[in-house]
């Protein structure tokens, strides 16, 4: 059982580049998330899905847009890579049954934009 | 809007012994969830732990407890008999039962364990 399956795990972008994070999950969960882990601060969330085909905004959505066509799978892209952007993202996905379940996260790709 | 502060940057303790690791939180819900995740190395984040905000009794996962002060907005964890994996950056946080599906960490705190 795979659980979160992030690709890739590392990434070097120019500036103004343009790149897709995909994230996959085995679990069956409806609601999917993707966060940004900044040095000395904690996760903070970019966009969320409760469902497919739905998306939603979180804490710090600006210069990301997601996707979510499949269940199973939750894109982060990155239309026009900035160094603010530097980063290592975290996907992660639950189950939708309480808010009492557990996030189960991905190993996170570290992405650097020069 | 929620805040999760964890007051220790970064803690060490001898294996074997107990340590405790601190978490307020800030808020005006009466019904939340916490939790406790660990980042090992290996970057992964593992849930620890989690208490829901209804229930008076701490919640414990074997050598993992939490001391749950709700009306001082507390939730800090202990770790009894410290082993060598337990090494890692460990992360307090919070999400309202209602609203949006904000899960708010706070800044961490690196926990070493030294053998």
């Known amino acids: 059982n795979a659980g979160v399956t992030q690709t890739p795990k590392f990434r070097v972008l120019k500036t103004g580049q343009s790149m897709t994070l995909l994230c996959a999950q085995d679990?069956?969960?409806?609601?999917m998330y993707w966060y940004r882990q900044d040095p000395g601060m904690g996760l903070r969330l970019i966009h969320y899905s409760v469902g497919e085909g739905t998306t939603a905004k979180g804490e710090v959505p600006d210069g990301y847009n997601v996707s979510r066509l499949k269940k199973q799978n939750f894109l982060l892209g990155l239309e026009s890579a900035a160094p603010s952007q530097t980063s290592v993202y975290f996907c992660?996905?639950?189950?939708?049954?309480?808010?009492?379940?557990?996030?189960?996260f991905g190993d996170g790709t570290r992405l650097s934009i020069l | 809007a929620q805040t999760v502060t964890q007051s220790q940057p970064e803690m060490s303790v001898q294996e074997a012994e107990t340590v405790t690791l601190s978490c307020t939180y800030d808020?005006?819900?009466?019904?939340?969830?916490l939790f406790w995740y660990k980042q090992p190395p290996s970057r992964q984040m593992i849930l620890v732990i989690r208490?829901?905000?209804?229930?008076?009794q701490n919640a414990t996962e074997n050598r993992f407890s939490v001391n749950f002060q709700k009306a001082a907005k507390s939730f800090s964890l202990k770790i009894s008999d410290s082993q060598l994996g337990d090494t890692a950056m460990y992360f307090c946080a919070f999400i309202s039962n209602f609203g949006n599906e904000k899960l708010t960490f706070g800044t961490g705190t690196r926990l070493t364990i030294i053998p």
């Open positions: 992660a996905s639950r189950s939708p049954n309480s808010r009492n379940q557990p996030q189960h």
């Open positions: 808020t005006s819900e009466n019904n939340y969830y």
């Open positions: 679990m069956n969960h409806e609601y």
């Open positions: 208490q829901e905000a209804y229930k008076q």
